[in-house]
């Protein structure tokens, strides 16, 4: 199962004719918009066991994140004496004896386990999983209402507090849940009127403070009632299903009727959560689109399997030709490692997306680049996505960046893999020039002279949430490059001879947030004016940074400078940490009308340095300069220093 991003999602196979899809942990469905949800199968391959399979196998345990305790299907599972537990946790049920409960095939999901209302009862064991200090408890069902247990983690030694955690009827025939809360047994909440009979999805939280009571995915509680403290821990006791036995093996309180799809959490699930689980269980959650065959959209989608099946290409190149040809379309390309002699070339409204270890490699004899978009020049092209691939540089090469993407607007790169094995010469990893509107995220980048290259004119570009290092440069934004957002990057250990992490030539309005540089070799955030690439520098905010190095000498946590001719002006700085720096912040020749703001500058030779020359009209307020050799030096009037912590 993919979304359109695409994505794959492990499912299992709830029956041979139903399926159960990812819950919770890879994939969030928004409640406000709809999600596309695609499911591709083809008869002629190979069983998918990678992301489908049937309850106890890795797949479908990979379906249940780490918050369900149990979940268990309730169906005849290996044989007539058991039932499983379709996570990792194996907490998986032994009946009474075979058939005790009965399997039924009238439940409602699919199959369920019928009780007899007498002495029938499964036995979850005591796995350490079904311990929880807060809990939900989800069920489907069809039982008579009397005084009964659905689920219960019960005391065998008969006393008090009799059970860890219980949901059921009471006495009064009404919804309730039980727990040891802080050592007494506790009815946690229980709902005002007597429950109604016939099929119906009930659910049962507490989070520490409220107990709640929910009936076929009402958004609001049908109860609530406070109640403080956590579920005592009990890891020695067994979980009982449809009984609330303690003391003994002997039923107590067995429903009549079945029982199916009953599922334990170790967390308070949210209203919204347990609204998806009822819509979900009566098959309302999705509704189902037209068999579209062999397409994506209005494109074909190509295959690559370096493994020779019928029907896919071998090459990554003649399936990007092939998608070309036809407009566009999908390429995806199955693990292995594909080894190049020639750059692989991507046209417009073309996806190249690799599933599992997908390594591109370039050939030892061979300098080239590993990907390039097809039209870099005129038009250039638009709409490429990539993702999921790894590309491996021959050793010490030179005169190409990996990633070659000139003249490209609107096409995302993400959760791409380079490493550049020390690659020299001023070329980079991923080189971006002209046009703009693309995003780059989620891309590890190592051991090349240049880590992620912005250049001449490429602009609103976004790059966020990737990890650069041991490269000469980690991050440059230049020539023209303007209004781009350089957000939540993590750069370290950059090498000499520069080293820079982050460097700005000759482009404005840039936002540069959130990025955490450490260990570099040269200035953590470099602003710098340029006449060869672009002039200066104004209208930068750069906000929210980390910068961490170790006081070598002429190394900046964020230095600013300006020249004769281009002055680096009205930008900010605002809210970042410098430390261990020889300036934590430096503003440094022709650098005029720079706020900065709100910035915590410790233990660095110098907190804030206002230097050089032409440097002037400057605002330091509101900093926090402690551990420095020298707090704040600055040139004084017309520039201003006030309301800063100097300690």
């Known amino acids: 199962m993919r979304s359109r991003a695409p994505r794959a999602l492990p ?5 041979r004719t139903r399926l159960s899809g990812q819950q919770g942990h890879t994939t969030c469905i928004a409640t406000g918009a709809d999600t596309d949800l695609y499911l591709y199968y083809d008869g002629a391959k190979p069983d998918n066991t990678t992301y489908v399979g049937d309850t106890n196998t890795p797949p479908a345990e990979n379906v249940w994140d780490g918050n369900f305790a149990l979940v268990c299907h309730m169906r005849d599972d290996p044989d007539a004496s058991h039932i499983r537990d379709s996570t990792s946790n194996n907490n998986d049920g032994t009946k009474k004896a075979a058939a005790e409960p009965a399997a039924t095939t ?35 069902s069809n039982i008579a209402v009397q005084p009964l247990c659905i689920v219960a983690k019960s005391n065998p030694a008969a006393a008090a507090p009799w059970r860890q955690y219980l949901m059921g009827y009471s006495s009064a025939s009404k919804l ?12 946690v909440v229980v709902e005002d009127n007597p429950a109604p009979s016939g099929v119906q999805y009930q659910a049962a939280t507490y989070d520490g403070s409220y107990g709640r009571l929910y009936r076929d995915g009402a958004t609001e509680p049908i109860k609530e009632n406070a109640v403080s403290g956590s579920i005592g821990s009990h890891p020695a006791w067994p979980l009982y299903i449809g009984s609330s036995a303690y003391g003994s093996a002997t039923p107590v309180d067995v429903p009549s009727g079945w029982l199916d799809e009953l599922r334990i959490s170790k967390t308070a699930r949210l209203p919204a959560w347990i609204k998806a689980s009822y819509e979900s269980g009566r098959d309302h959650l999705m509704d189902f689109g037209s068999e579209e065959t062999a397409t994506v959209g209005h494109t074909k989608t190509k295959i690559v399997d370096p493994s020779g099946n019928s029907g896919v290409y071998t090459s990554i190149q003649s399936a990007l030709d092939a998608a070309s040809n036809e407009g566009g379309g999908v390429v995806y390309v199955e693990k292995g490692t594909y080894t190049i002699t020639s750059p692989l070339i991507i046209d417009s409204n073309v996806a190249l997306i690799g599933r599992g270890n997908v390594v591109v490699q370039i050939d030892t004899n061979y300098n080239i680049s590993a990907l390039k978009n097809k039209t870099q020049t005129g038009d250039g092209n638009s709409r ?11 050793p010490a090469g030179v005169n190409n960046h990996l990633i070659d993407f000139q003249l490209v607007k609107d096409s995302v790169l993400e959760d791409i893999s380079i490493d550049g094995q020390t690659r020299t010469s001023d070329y980079a990893g991923i080189y971006v020039k002209g046009l703009g509107a693309n995003r780059i995220s989620r891309c590890i980048v190592q051991k090349c002279w240049n880590g992620i290259y912005l250049y001449d004119g ?7 949430d990737c990890r650069i290092q041991t490269v000469n440069f980690g991050l440059v934004v230049t020539k023209n490059s303007e209004r781009n957002i350089i957000r939540n990057n993590h750069i370290h250990d950059t090498v000499t001879p520069n080293g820079f992490g982050i460097h700005v030539q000759g482009s404005n309005y840039l936002v540069v947030q959130g990025n955490t540089l450490e260990a570099c070799a040269g200035h953590a ?16 905010a750069i906000v929210g940074n980390v910068c961490k190095a170790s006081q070598s000498s002429g190394i900046d946590g964020i230095h600013l400078e300006g020249i004769s001719s281009y002055s680096v002006d009205q930008n900010t700085v605002a809210g970042n940490s410098c430390s261990f720096e020889d300036n934590g912040i430096y503003i440094y020749n022709y650098c005029r009308g720079n706020s900065v703001a709100g910035n915590n500058c410790s233990e660095n030779v110098t907190g804030i340095h206002e230097g050089g020359t032409n440097t002037s009209y400057n605002t330091m307020v509101g900093n926090t300069c402690v551990g420095n050799t020298t707090p704040i030096t600055w040139t004084g009037p017309p520039s201003i220093e006030e309301h800063n912590i100097k300690l």
């Open 384 to 394: 490429i996505y990539v993702s999921g691939i790894r590309i491996v540089s021959r």
């Open 525 to 540: 955030v470099y602003v710098q004016a340029n006449a060869m690439m672009g002039g200066g520098c104004k209208g930068l």
């Open 176 to 187: 309730m849940l039980g727990a040891d809360i802080n050592g007494t047994w506790t009815n």
């Open 458 to 464: 490429t602009v609103r570009n976004v790059v966020e």
């Open 11 to 15: 499912f299992t196979l709830d029956s």
């Open 106 to 140: 009238n439940g409602k999901i699919d199959d369920a386990e019928n009780f007899d209302g007498a002495d029938d009862w499964v036995n979850s064991g005591s796995g350490s999983s079904l311990v929880a200090g807060n809990v939900t408890i989800e069920v489907w």
